[in-house]
């Protein structure tokens, strides 16, 4: 099972996402990309996901273009940007899904509420991610 999970910058939103599937299912070869890629990973969005375990320093913040030609079995997009801007890919593309969220690293305000904005969003990927996982990936596995 091959699922690549886009979004503009591919530094926050999706990497978080990348994170969860990862840790759901081994057996799941997941990888995320940008659209725009930013080169770098959200400071915060990597705190956010350690305070729960998942470790994403490790990930890099890939264009889009470095996976058109492959095959897969899920593209999701996690931004209205990637979804819309989404190209065209030369391989295989079984499913293609939009579960959009907010960009936590647009949130403005003090630090606890900028903080909060990134903890509200890593849950409710976890949350859409999982489901996504139980009802249509797990069971093609």
């Known amino acids: 099972m091959k699922v690549l999970i886009l979004c503009t910058g591919n530094s926050c939103r999706s990497q978080m996402a990348h994170g969860f599937l990862q840790s759901f299912d081994e057996r799941i070869q997941v990888e995320s990309g940008g659209t725009e890629a930013s080169g770098k990973l959200n400071q915060k969005a990597v705190k956010a996901m350690a305070e729960i375990g998942i470790d994403i320093s490790g990930h ?28 065209a890919f030369f391989g295989e ?49």
């Not at 899920?74 to 979804?83: D, L, M």
């Not at 079984?94 to 606890?112: C, M, Q, V, W, Y």
């Open 60 to 87: 890099s913040s890939d264009s889009v273009q470095k996976f058109l030609n492959d095959q897969w079995d899920y593209v999701i997009t996690v931004c209205g940007g990637a979804n819309e801007n989404c190209p």
């Open 93 to 141: 593309v079984k499913h293609r899904l939009h579960i959009g969220f907010d960009d936590p690293s647009h949130a403005t305000g003090t630090d606890e509420f900028i903080w909060s904005e990134f903890i509200r969003v890593r849950n409710e990927i976890k949350e859409r991610f999982y489901k996504l996982y139980e009802e249509e990936i797990k069971p093609q596995l």
